[in-house]
């Protein structure tokens, strides 16, 4: 029966609430499908269900429970990510852009690369993402960081911020 569960993601963690097929354990390495791609999370969570919930929604889910593979291909990407970052700090001066790159990761599926910036989010972060995309580096996601986490994207709901349900 499916259910969800809160999973932690991401060089620069994010929380997400995840559909899973079963129960999952604190700890447990799972890989997810997210709005970036597959990605290694741990879990953190198995959410209880809200009464009157009538089903499990998200648009992230767990695929499968995470494989030494898995961890291996994770494991080298993040040295390829390492590896890359000063030829991606220089990308961003020769461009002049008024960012500041502070890390980066490729998703586990190898088809996006995540560039974490301390910036708020703003035309130098679509303007970097549109420059690499000019010069046939990939797909990259830029994702704007301040010194209190992710920036997130702008509600078009108003209130909250967090779902667009105008509370």
Request: proline fraction near 4%; hydrophobic fraction near 40%.
């Amino acid at each position: 029966m499916p259910v969800n569960v809160l999973v932690r993601y991401g060089r620069i963690p994010e929380v997400a609430k995840v559909v899973a097929d079963d129960r999952r354990e604190r700890g447990e390495q799972v890989v997810v499908r997210t709005h970036r791609g597959l990605e290694l999370a741990t879990v953190l969570e198995t959410l209880k269900p809200s009464p009157g919930a009538s089903q499990v929604e998200s648009d992230f889910v767990v695929v499968r429970e995470a494989t030494p593979q898995d961890q291996f291909e994770f494991t080298g990407l993040a040295t390829r990510a390492g590896d890359e970052f000063d030829a991606w700090n220089q990308r961003i001066c020769d461009w002049k852009l008024d960012l500041q790159l502070i890390d980066l990761e490729w998703t586990l599926d190898r088809e996006k690369l995540i560039l974490y910036v301390l910036n708020d989010r703003g035309p130098e972060c679509t303007r970097l993402a549109i420059q690499a995309a000019a010069e046939g580096l990939g797909i990259v996601e830029v994702q704007p960081v301040s010194a209190t986490g992710l920036v997130a994207k702008e509600s078009g709901g108003g209130g909250c911020g967090t779902c667009g349900c105008g509370h």
